[in-house]
């Protein structure tokens, strides 16, 4: 597997920049990130470049709603800037979400007073001009469903199911899904999620639940799931998104047994 470690909740122990080099030697093939806004972008090329290591991603979206429809145009004017900032350093994909998320990942807005109706026609909507961004950039786009009971309470989109079908409705090599199964642990079935999906999966994210983890630290049996992997011949990465129960070094050695 191409293993991705995020280096906001891996390494976190280190200076930021130097949690890329860690994550080279410990042998991961890439890197990833939550706001490229709050980093010096031209340092993390450097240091990416010198521990011979990839940029994955990181958000590409800021403080805007695909399911606003009176955010559009600034919806895509902030993909524009993260499509440069990814072009900068190298990084292949950018992560989007239904809703702006603010500090610790909270949803801005819930926006209830607007139907489901609405926001899914505004989903559609920017999407599809916002893929025509990304094929100019050349750089995809993975949309991710983010679970509501724990971590992001009022996002809209919920599960593979509507990430999935949005994307191949779509039907864009610029536009896959990001399964987090993490956050889809609350859906359930993850096994069947990923077979049912699997053509719009160009993204997933691993950590263990409950507790965001590292494997074996709750209930999910990625064993199973890697060998799913394995047999459908996945061929992007698996990013690490997760805080490691007791430090880095423990958390990565759980990453790499399997």
Same mark, same amino acid.
């Given at each position: 597997?191409?293993?991705? /470690?995020?280096?906001?909740?891996?390494?976190?122990?280190?200076?930021?920049?130097? $949690?890329?080099?860690?994550?080279?030697?410990?042998?991961?093939?890439?890197?990833?990130?939550?706001?490229?806004?709050?980093?010096?972008?031209?340092?993390? #090329?450097? &240091?990416?470049?010198?521990?011979?290591?990839? &940029? =994955?991603?990181?958000?590409?979206?800021?403080?805007?709603?695909?399911?606003?429809?009176?955010?559009?145009?600034?919806?895509?004017?902030?993909?524009?800037?993260?499509?440069?900032?990814?072009?900068?350093?190298?990084?292949?994909?950018?992560?989007?979400?239904?809703?702006?998320?603010?500090?610790?990942? &909270?949803?801005?807005?819930?926006?209830?007073?607007?139907? @489901?109706?609405?926001?899914?026609?505004?989903?559609?909507?920017?999407?599809? /001009?916002?893929?025509?961004?990304?094929?100019?950039?050349?750089?995809?786009?993975?949309?991710?469903?983010?679970?509501? #009971?724990?971590?992001?309470?009022?996002?809209?989109? !919920?599960?593979?199911?509507? /990430?999935?079908?949005?994307? $191949?409705?779509?039907?864009?090599?610029?536009? #896959?899904?990001?399964?987090?199964?993490?956050?889809?642990?609350?859906?359930? /079935?993850? =096994?069947? !999620?990923?077979?049912?999906?699997?053509?719009?999966?160009?993204?997933?994210?691993?950590?263990?639940?409950?507790?965001?983890?590292?494997? *074996?630290?709750?209930?999910?049996?990625?064993?199973?799931?890697?060998?799913?992997?394995?047999?459908?011949?996945?061929?992007?990465? &698996? *990013?690490?998104?997760?805080?490691?129960?007791?430090?880095?070094?423990?958390?990565?050695?759980?990453?790499?047994? @399997?």
């Amino acid at each position: 597997m191409k293993r991705c /470690a995020c280096i906001d909740t891996l390494y976190t122990e280190l200076p930021f920049e130097e $949690r890329i080099g860690a994550a080279k030697a410990d042998g991961f093939e890439s890197v990833e990130f939550w706001d490229w806004r709050i980093r010096d972008l031209d340092r993390v #090329k450097e &240091v990416a470049e010198a521990a011979g290591i990839t &940029v =994955s991603g990181f958000n590409g979206d800021a403080d805007f709603s695909l399911v606003d429809p009176t955010h559009k145009e600034k919806y895509l004017a902030a993909l524009r800037e993260s499509m440069e900032a990814a072009k900068k350093v190298g990084a292949p994909t950018v992560t989007i979400h239904s809703n702006a998320l603010g500090e610790g990942g &909270v949803v801005v807005n819930h926006y209830t007073e607007l139907s @489901d109706t609405v926001k899914l026609c505004s989903m559609y909507d920017t999407l599809l /001009a916002a893929v025509k961004i990304a094929e100019k950039y050349q750089i995809r786009m993975n949309l991710e469903a983010l679970n509501i #009971k724990v971590d992001h309470v009022g996002n809209f989109l !919920q599960t593979t199911q509507m /990430a999935a079908e949005i994307t $191949r409705l779509i039907g864009s090599p610029w536009l #896959k899904v990001l399964f987090d199964a993490y956050h889809m642990y609350n859906e359930g /079935a993850l =096994s069947y !999620q990923l077979e049912t999906y699997f053509d719009q999966i160009g993204h997933i994210h691993i950590a263990d639940c409950p507790g965001r983890h590292e494997p *074996g630290t709750g209930e999910i049996n990625y064993s199973s799931i890697y060998k799913l992997l394995e047999r459908r011949g996945y061929e992007y990465r &698996v *990013g690490y998104e997760l805080f490691p129960e007791t430090d880095t070094k423990t958390a990565v050695a759980a990453i790499m047994k @399997d």
